[in-house]
C-alpha cells in the first residue's frame, strides 16, 4: 500500500543525519524537557507509545481502529491496532486524553485525482513531491473502492490534533481491544476514549489547503 519505500516508490533527496536515540528514549527526553506540553500523534502500531504510559504529555491523537464501521484488514480490525493489538489496548487505557480518529471518520474524507491536480500545480519541490506519491495509493484503494480516490487516514489524525478540523460527534466512549485488533465498546472498559465520529466540515480540501499553504525551500 505505502510502495515498496514507505512514500509510495518516490526517493527522496538525503536529509540530515537520524538521531541515534531509540524512539523511545527520544520521546521521553522530550517530554522530561517540556513536561505537560508534548502532544503525540501516533499514525501506526502503537508499540513504542505503549512503552511509556507514564509519560507527562498533553495529549494523544491515534489513528487506528474501527469502532462501529468494518476494518480494513480482518472484519472488525484495522491495519494499526492489528499489528500490536496489546500496545493499542495499552495507550487507549493509558492516563493521558487520548482521542482516537478510527476508520469510521478516515473513511470518509477522501483525495481524488483532482486534488492530486491541484497539488502538483502548488508551485513546489515539495508539492510535486507530495502528487508522486499518490499513484501508488490510488492503485491500492481502487479495486475496493469502486473510485479512484484514497482516504486520509493520517493527514486527518494530524489535522484534528492541530485543530484544523473540529470533530462534530466525539464521544467519550468504554473501549476495549481484543486480541485482534477488534475495537468494541465495553461498559466495563477501564477508561474511555473520545472517539471522534464525524467532522464539521470536510476534511479533505482543509488538509490540501493547508499543504498548498506550505512554501518549502527547494529540495536539493
Known amino acids: 500500500m505505502h510502495g ?46 505503549a512503552k511509556v504510559p507514564d509519560l507527562d504529555v498533553a495529549s494523544v491523537t491515534v489513528m487506528g481502529g474501527a469502532v462501529r464501521t468494518p476494518g480494513n484488514v480482518t472484519p472488525r480490525a484495522e491495519a494499526n491496532f492489528r499489528d500490536d493489538p496489546q500496545s493499542a489496548a495499552t495507550v487507549l487505557a493509558a492516563p493521558w486524553p487520548v482521542t482516537l480518529v478510527p476508520l469510521d471518520v478516515t473513511m470518509r474524507h477522501r483525495w481524488t485525482v483532482a486534488d492530486q491536480a491541484a497539488l502538483r500545480a502548488g508551485g513546489t519541490p515539495l508539492h510535486e513531491t507530495l502528487a508522486d506519491m499518490l499513484p501508488v495509493y490510488f492503485e491500492s484503494y481502487e479495486p475496493r473502492l469502486g473510485v479512484r480516490e484514497i482516504p486520509l487516514h493520517d493527514p486527518l489524525a494530524a489535522a484534528v490534533a492541530v485543530g ?51 512554501r518549502s525551500r527547494p529540495l536539493p
Not at 538525503?14 to 513536561?35: C, K, M, Q
Not at 466525539?170 to 465520529?197: F, T, Y
Open 4 to 49: 515498496g519505500n514507505g512514500v509510495g516508490g518516490v526517493a527522496l533527496p538525503a536529509g540530515g543525519e537520524p538521531d541515534p536515540r531509540t524512539s523511545v528514549a527520544l520521546l521521553r527526553d522530550l517530554v522530561r524537557d517540556n513536561p505537560g506540553e508534548i502532544h503525540v500523534v501516533a499514525t501506526g502500531p502503537c508499540t513504542n507509545l
Open 164 to 214: 484544523a478540523l473540529t470533530p462534530s460527534d466525539a464521544p467519550q466512549l468504554p473501549l476495549r481491544v481484543d486480541l485482534e485488533g477488534a475495537v468494541r465498546e465495553d461498559p466495563s472498559a477501564a477508561s474511555s476514549v473520545r472517539v471522534v465520529l464525524a467532522l464539521s466540515e470536510p476534511g479533505a480540501p482543509v488538509i490540501l489547503d493547508r499543504i498548498l499553504g506550505f
